[in-house]
Structure formats: structure tokens, C-alpha cells
């Protein structure tokens, strides 16, 4: 089922989450388990993101480097079939402009729609590490909305090389990332908010946001998306702080802000177990006013560790 019939059907805020495909050469039954006591607050959907590759540098004897490409978490689109297998619920794989040609987005999303895939996120992501700028592949997508742009000629069953009208018509419902805080790219939230627009007249039917951890910059954001006429539905995404090292590095990655009333509370802890303690109970104040307000789904990073969702969704659902 599309996320848009999810979000239309139902009678309350939902519960959906994403999860991170295993490191390569690790299991995926140990994500599985994992996730499983999840079900029980009834996720209509589970995403799966997308890591582009990173290269390293492999030194020889001879003393040369070589740059060698490498995915350390390849395995999205398999990972979507076992879900829907296992939980018999909808996967939403994320699809990166990033290290995709056109020819190889195309492939993916027939892919995709083979193994009764009927959502996707559309992301331009991120500059390879060991790079600073985004570049887009030869012959790829530079921003995500000319990604949305080639999922929806293909819903029409136009392809690359193909332009006909008879073409197999897939049926995808595309959703796209919203920055409460602004994208870090963006000069300012005017701009940020065109592009989005952008993404939205492309054929993007819903938006879920970085996240935050001030539910007023969740509100803004959403008052100012309306202002601009965008009418999709805006899902929050929520993620609990659970280590000291997070403190500094989500707002460092992500470019966002710690309240002032959490930062109080997290200076006092000395351990990881104290600051998990800290972020579980901010999120489920975040979440319980974030339920109050009607928000759409709570859409939960969990970084494939599920305990603390878990311990948040118990208080919340
Ligand atoms: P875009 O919408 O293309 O925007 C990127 C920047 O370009 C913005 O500053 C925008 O204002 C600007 N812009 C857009 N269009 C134009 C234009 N035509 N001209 C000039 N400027 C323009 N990354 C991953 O690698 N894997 C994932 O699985 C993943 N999942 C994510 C899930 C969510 C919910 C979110 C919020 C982010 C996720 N990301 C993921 C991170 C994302 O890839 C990065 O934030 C990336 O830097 C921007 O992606 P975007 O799709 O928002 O880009």
C-alpha cells in the first residue's frame, strides 16, 4: 500500500521507523530479530536507507596508494523484500542521486517494483566522505527533485530510451526529506523551501523531516511549508540522544540545535546510561506533544537499535 493511503486511513498518529542495512559481512537475521518487538505498536511501514560507496586508500609495497570504492552497507533492496516477507508490512527503500547514473536508477526501480515495492524516498544525498562537495555521477541527478522528476515519468511509463506511451506504467508513491533547521546547503529557509516546492510539483506526495529535537522548529517548519503551498503531509522524524558522543556530533552532522532545557539536563550526565536515560524521556515529551498536535506518523531514526524506540513507542502508543 502507498504511504499516502497509510496516512489517509488512519484514525490516529502512526509509528514507522528506519533502519540501517547490516555493516557487509554481518547478518541480517540479527536485524530482524531485532525490529520484531517494534511490531507490536503496528508500523504500516519500515524504511530502509541507502549508503553510497566510500573510497579508501589501499597502500602497496611499492609504496603507491590505490583508491578503492567500497559500500560498507550495501543491501537495501534485499533487505525491503525480507521485510515485507517477514512482517508483511510496506519497506520504503531511500534511492540516492548520488552514485546513481540515470540508466542505473531506472534499473533499480524495476527492480524495485519486481519485488512489490510501491514506495521510495528520493534523497540527493550526501558527498562521499573523503570528498567535500556532492557531485553528481556522469549522466545522474544533481538534486533530488530531477529524481522525483524520472520515478514519476516512469508511474506514466516513460523511460530513458524508451519514450513511448505504452511503456509498463509503475505506480510508486514518492516521498522526499524536509529540513525543520534547513538544509545546511541552503543560503536560507526561503530557498530551502523552493527547492522543496520544487520536489512536491515534481510529484513528491509526502515529506519526512531531520530531525530535531525542539518540536517549535517542527511547527515553524510546517507553518512555513503550508505558507509556501506545499499541502503533503510533513512527517517528524525523532531521534533519541543515547550517547555523550551524540551531544556534539548530531549537531555537528546534521546541523541542527539542542534546546537549551535539554542541554541542561545532558551536561549533568556523566555516562552513556544517563544520557540515554535523558534522551528517552525528552523524546517521549516530543512525542507525546508531537501525537497531541496530529502529527501524521512519528517516524523514528533508530539506527537499527531498537531498545530505545521501544521504551519511547511504550510510553507514547
Ligand atoms: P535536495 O532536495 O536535492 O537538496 C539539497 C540542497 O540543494 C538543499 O540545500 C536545497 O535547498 C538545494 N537545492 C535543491 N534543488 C536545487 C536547485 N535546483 N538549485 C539549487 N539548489 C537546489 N542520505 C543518505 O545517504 N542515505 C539515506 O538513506 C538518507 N536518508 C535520509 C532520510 C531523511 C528523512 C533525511 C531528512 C535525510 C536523509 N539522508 C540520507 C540525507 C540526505 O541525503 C542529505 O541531507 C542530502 O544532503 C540532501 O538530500 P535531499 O534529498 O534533501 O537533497
Known amino acids: 500500500m ?14 514507522s521507523f528506519e533502519i540501517l542495512p547490516p555493516l557487509k559481512g554481518q547478518s541480517l537475521k540479527e536485524l530482524l530479530v531485532g525490529i520484531e518487538p517494534l511490531m507490536e505498536f503496528k508500523p504500516p511501514f519500515v524504511d530502509v536507507t541507502y549508503h553510497r560507496e ?9 609504496g603507491l596508494l590505490e583508491k ?23 519497506a520504503v527503500p531511500h ?18 517494483n519486481f519485488i512489490g515495492v510501491e514506495n521510495v524516498l528520493a534523497l540527493r544525498g550526501d558527498a562521499p566522505k573523503s570528498e567535500g562537495k556532492f557531485v553528481s555521477e556522469h549522466n545522474g541527478h544533481s538534486y533530488a527533485s530531477e529524481l522525483v522528476e524520472q520515478i514519476i515519468r516512469m508511474n506514466h511509463g516513460r523511460y530513458l530510451h524508451e519514450e513511448t ?6 505506480d510508486f508513491c514518492v516521498g522526499v526529506a524536509g529540513y525543520p533547521e534547513k538544509h545546511f546547503e541552503a543560503p536560507s529557509m526561503k530557498f ?3 527547492y522543496l516546492k520544487e520536489k512536491v ?10 530531525m530535531f529535537f525542539d518540536n517549535q522548529k517542527y511547527f515553524d517548519f510546517v507553518e512555513k511549508v503550508r505558507k509556501a503551498g506545499i499541502t503533503v503531509p510533513i512527517i517528524p522524524g525523532i531521534k533519541p540522544i543515547t550517547t555523550l558522543g551524540q551531544i556534539t556530533m548530531l549537531p555537528r552532522t546534521f546541523f541542527l540545535d539542542l534546546p ?27 512525542c507525546k506533544e508531537l501525537v497531541g498536535a496530529n502529527a501524521p506518523s512519528l517516524h523514528f531514526y533508530t539506527m537499527s537499535k531498537a531498545d530505545t524506540t521501544y521504551k519511547i513507542a511504550k510510553e507514547v502508543f
Not at 578503492?68 to 552497507?73: A, F, Y
Not at 534511492?95 to 524495485?112: H, P, Q, R, V
Open 95 to 112: 534511492l540516492l542521486c548520488g552514485g546513481f547514473s540515470k540508466e542505473e536508477t531506472e534499473n533499480a526501480l524495476i527492480d524495485l
Open 2 to 15: 502507498k504511504i499516502t493511503e497509510h496516512l489517509e486511513n488512519a484514525k490516529s498518529t502512526l509509528f
Open 54 to 62: 566510500e573510497f579508501i586508500y589501499k597502500k602497496h609495497p611499492n
Open 68 to 90: 578503492v570504492s567500497t559500500k560498507k552497507r550495501p543491501g537495501t533492496v534485499g533487505i525491503c523484500a525480507a521485510i515485507m516477507n517477514k512482517f508483511h508490512i510496506d
Open 201 to 210: 510539483e515534481n510529484g513528491a506526495e509526502y515529506i519526512v523531516t531531520q
Open 165 to 170: 506511451e505504452i511503456g509498463f506504467q509503475t
Open 260 to 286: 537549551d532545557p535539554l542541554m541542561d539536563e545532558l551536561e549533568k550526565c556523566k555516562t552513556n546510561t544517563e544520557v540515554k536515560e535523558v534522551g528517552i524521556e525528552w523524546a517521549i515529551q516530543q
Open 192 to 194: 530551502d523551501l523552493k
